[in-house]
């Protein structure tokens, strides 16, 4: 297999950076969604206990899924700044996004298949460039 040379690295970098942009930022808003449509349902039950308990587990929920997605969402944006952290934390998340099939897998895959390149070691090192055109 081909290794990708700086100039192909900066165009999937991109693409990566923005693919962990919006999948995370999709997955804090499930998180949110979550919790509103479970507090909302306890709420309009009128059962006390119906409500406590749908609400704790709508908190619980939506918070897991917010503190799932703030890594990515970093990932993303460091990835874009070029930061050399960025590509570390991103080999971490996309390593744990294997799990969630079919598209956490196939990010996954596609994540390390770019940031394993030799090349990334040269990318990152660079410093990130003020503007780019």
Do not use: C
């Amino acid at each position: 297999m081909k290794s990708l040379t700086v100039a192909e690295l900066r165009q999937h970098v991109t693409i990566l950076g923005w693919l962990f942009i919006g999948g995370h930022a999709f997955f804090l808003l499930i998180g949110g969604f979550v919790f509103l449509l479970l507090s909302t349902i306890g709420a309009v039950s009128g059962d006390p206990q119906a409500t406590l308990i749908l609400g704790v587990v709508g908190t619980a929920v939506g918070a897991l899924l917010a503190l799932l997605a703030v890594p990515g969402i970093v990932a993303g944006f460091g990835l874009l700044a070029r930061k050399a952290w960025a590509r570390y934390l991103a080999i971490v998340v996309a390593i744990l996004g294997l799990l969630n099939f079919p598209i956490g897998t196939l990010i996954g895959v596609y994540t390390l298949w770019v940031l394993m390149q030799e090349s990334a070691n040269e990318y990152f090192a660079m410093s990130a460039p003020a503007t780019e055109a």
